[in-house]
């Protein structure tokens, strides 16, 4: 990202696909909003992202009640917030071409666990708030402003996907 008080869809994506935790936040029971850690399994150029997902825990009722979701990426100096909705796929073919021994160590039975399912999120929108120059910079930005009692630099911004 150039500017931090632009946002566009390449910049989401490659946010995404940097990212290898995000937390994903689902609306449970009641409204209760619980956020789990998720590992991307493939993030498209639309934004839209793949994971695995547990068919059997509390994660994946939720998502069957409530599709809704909120990916959340926070790095020294930059965070993103991305809306969206889940859609459970089925897909042995596309679990085969996912698939990576990091799964391995979630899904007991392989790529044939009755439990492992497919989810991908759709996105709709995304919020950016950021600091130029990258990690270190951020850093640096950070304990300026809190030597100096300036507020750090940066800026926000938004787009639809």
């Known amino acids: ?16 696909k940097r990212a290898g935790y995000l937390m994903l936040t689902t609306a ?3 409204g209760k909003l619980l956020s789990h850690p998720m590992s991307p399994q493939q993030v ?23 599709p809704h979701v909120n990916l959340a990426i926070s790095e020294a100096g930059n965070w993103l917030s991305v809306s969206g909705q889940v859609q459970f796929v089925d ?18 039975g392989g790529r044939q666990d009755p ?10 929108s995304a919020q950016h708030w950021g600091m130029t120059g990258g990690k270190l910079s951020a850093v640096a930005q950070m304990v300026k402003a809190k030597v100096t ?13």
């Open 1 to 16: 990202m150039a500017d931090t008080n632009t946002l566009d869809q390449a910049d989401v994506v490659d946010i995404l």
């Open 28 to 30: 449970g029971e009641g």
């Open 44 to 66: 498209t150029d639309d934004a839209d992202v793949w994971f695995f997902v547990g068919l059997q825990g509390d994660q994946a009722v939720a998502l069957r009640k409530d």
């Open 91 to 108: 897909d042995q073919a596309k679990i085969d071409e996912l698939w990576n021994d990091e799964a391995g160590a979630y899904f007991e």
């Open 115 to 124: 439990n492992l399912g497919l989810m991908k999120v759709i996105t709709d």
């Open 149 to 161: 009692g300036d507020r750090p630099g940066g800026g926000s911004a938004t787009t639809e996907l």
